[in-house]
């Protein structure tokens, strides 16, 4: 009884991790909030300030885009998980 409970949790404890990478918007990309400016001249001064990045998370199984704005610290942890741009 104890194996089959323990086999039980360990199914619902299992994390899997997410397949996924960065890629960085660039500045003279339009800005991902689709106001037709350049990210240069709309986020970007105010993310500057903030020490912040705004990303796009890929995932790679689905193929799915998600901006993510996070700030440059936790993006140099995550560096194996950035690509270059993907055009």
Not at 25 to 30: A, D, H, L, V, W
């Amino acid at each position: 009884m104890k194996k089959l409970l323990d086999s039980f949790l360990n199914i619902f404890n299992t994390t899997e991790e997410e397949a996924f990478y960065y890629v960085k918007i660039e500045r003279n990309e339009k800005c991902y909030c689709d106001s037709g400016k350049k990210y240069k001249s709309c986020h970007y001064p105010e993310h500057h300030k903030k020490s912040r990045l705004a990303v796009r998370k890929i995932s790679e199984t689905t193929g799915e885009e998600e901006i993510k704005v996070m700030s440059v610290k936790k993006l140099r942890k995550e560096y194996y998980r950035v690509k270059a741009n993907i055009n």
